[in-house]
């Protein structure tokens, strides 16, 4: 099966050797969204909302990239760096799907930087018409 790099327009640089999602058939994988720009810098210092809303709307522009939609997403995967920023992280999450959310885990973690405080992961499928 064929794999397409998917990389939108302003995307931030990535910090390791990664690609900002894959597809492969009719799935789209998203890698690890952090707070960052497009030049790498850090979106939401000390703001887990706004970290959270900012990462969504790359996840958006990512599937945008690839003719999909949040709508298409089946799973997604969150990483807190504090498990008390759960309820601020859900606030923001729950407006960006507001029905019928896909599935989810939420687990604490390190991240890559001390500045992080919540990262995402993101599956997607998309059936193919034809």
């Not at 000390?46 to 003719?67: N, P, W, Y």
């Not at 599935?103 to 973690?109: D, E, N």
């Amino acid at each position: 099966m064929a794999r397409q790099v998917i990389i939108p327009k302003n995307s931030p640089p990535p910090l390791g050797p990664y690609s900002p999602a894959t597809r492969a058939g009719d799935t789209i994988y998203v890698g690890g969204v952090l707070p960052t720009d497009a030049e790498g810098k850090l979106v939401g210092d000390g703001d887990v909302a706004a970290q959270t809303r900012h990462e969504l709307e790359l996840i958006k522009s990512v599937l945008e990239a690839a003719d999909a939609s949040l709508d298409d997403v089946v799973f997604n995967q969150v990483l807190l760096r504090d498990m008390s920023d759960y309820a601020a992280m859900n606030a923001v999450y729950r407006t960006y799907f507001p029905k019928d959310p896909p599935a989810r885990f939420c687990i604490r973690a390190d991240l890559v930087r001390p500045e992080f405080l919540v990262e995402i992961i993101a599956t997607a499928h998309v059936s193919r018409q034809g």
